[in-house]
């Protein structure tokens, strides 16, 4: 059994790419569970919602057509809570393990490769191999389990379900109030400091994409073309079986290759695809997309500021710059107004002096943020909330800061290996 989300925000155009990509590769379509998360109630499944609504998602198509399964969230939820809706999801129904992958990437088998094995063998050779040291009593005794496997960074993953629901790992829940960037940071650094590895395994290729390709049923199946596309290419129509490596195949592998190099190359905005389709106001349940776009961006900047204060750090591998589980909500850090104190001091009600003089102003009584004495008058003169450069909300424009800024969702974007090590975190709206 090898069930595989795909978790669904926006862009029906990059989630067929995606879907059809795994199929193509082999992964058996009654195993893939695309998760509608638009926050669109049951609109999709009435198909009230046009092509160019971002939230459009086509149920007869992929369960007729494609065969594949659909999971609809009650509400919009965030990459965190995604993720702990595919957990729950994959407890209740007794999944020991399940995938997931992001909606922007397309898997290629390599077909170039002698003895040619498909995408999806290599997924099955793959768990066969570390299902020993999944919840094994050995593996368990010797502390040599695993959490998490990355195919391709996380851009398909597989997760122990044992591991994230054993009572004595101590990991939890993705923290919700890290709602997207540095969720993946959050979690899987949590995994690694209560002693379960993330490992790192190659199936196949595997593209980080924010483009699709014009006819995504011929690029991954052959066969006829569309007659659009027939015409644009002056290309004839392609019957029969190919033959492994065929022309279609290198065409279709060089095309994902230039999108992949062109989303992460430097100083260039990855996440274009988000706000490709711009329709659908007006329609059932459907949210304003500039305004979809504008809050997201501030969740994910307040969820920045929220890992940082958790962390004490904004390094998306706390345990790198030496913070550890002991470290975490514990930096000896007054939150509320952005300074420093002595935690055996610290009183929960705010009616002793931490630093400095006590002073009154229009709010009521704060705390002087600096050690210089001032006298009351001064004080009283002066007074207001101080803030700080980490405790402060900022408010970004509707881009990435740049190409650290991973989707991610959910990427959320989310790193262990030294191939890695700069890719910040990773989620998209996933």
Known sequence: MTPLFVPFGRNHLMLRQT??????????????????NTGTMDANLRNLL?????????????????????IRTPTLLSFAQLQNFMLSTARNKGWAHYYWTHQDVAVLSDETRRPYKSFYENVLSSLVSLYP???????????????????????????NVGVAFDKDAKIGAWDTFIPYYHSDCDYYERMRLNGFAILERRVGDIYDVAEHVKDPEYSFFGGEKTPALREAEKDSIRNGIE????????MLKRELKGMARIKNKVNLERNTWQDELKGGQGEPWTYYSFGFDTAWWIMASVGRTIFQKKWGTSECKPGKVGKGLRRIWNSAEDFRYGRMYDRDDYDDDGDDKLLGDDIEGEGGRHHEPTTKSKSKSQGKSEAKHPTSQTGSIHIPSNKP??????????????????????????????
């Open 19 to 36: 879907v059809l990509s795994y199929i193509a590769a082999g992964w058996p379509r009654s195993q893939i569970f695309i998760i509608d």
């Open 50 to 70: 046009s092509d160019s609504n971002p939230f459009h998602l086509d149920y007869n198509l992929y369960r007729s057509r494609y065969g594949v399964n659909i």
């Open 133 to 159: 040291s999944m919840n094994s009593t050995a593996s368990k005794r010797d502390g040599k389990r695993w959490g998490l496997v990355w195919y391709s960074f996380d851009h398909l993953s597989l997760v």
């Open 243 to 250: 033959s492994l490596a065929s022309r279609r195949y290198k």
């Open 401 to 430: 800061e740049s190409k650290d800024d991973r989707d991610s969702v959910f990427r959320t974007k989310p790193v262990v290996s030294t191939a890695h090590e700069n890719q910040g975190s990773c989620q998209s709206n996933c």
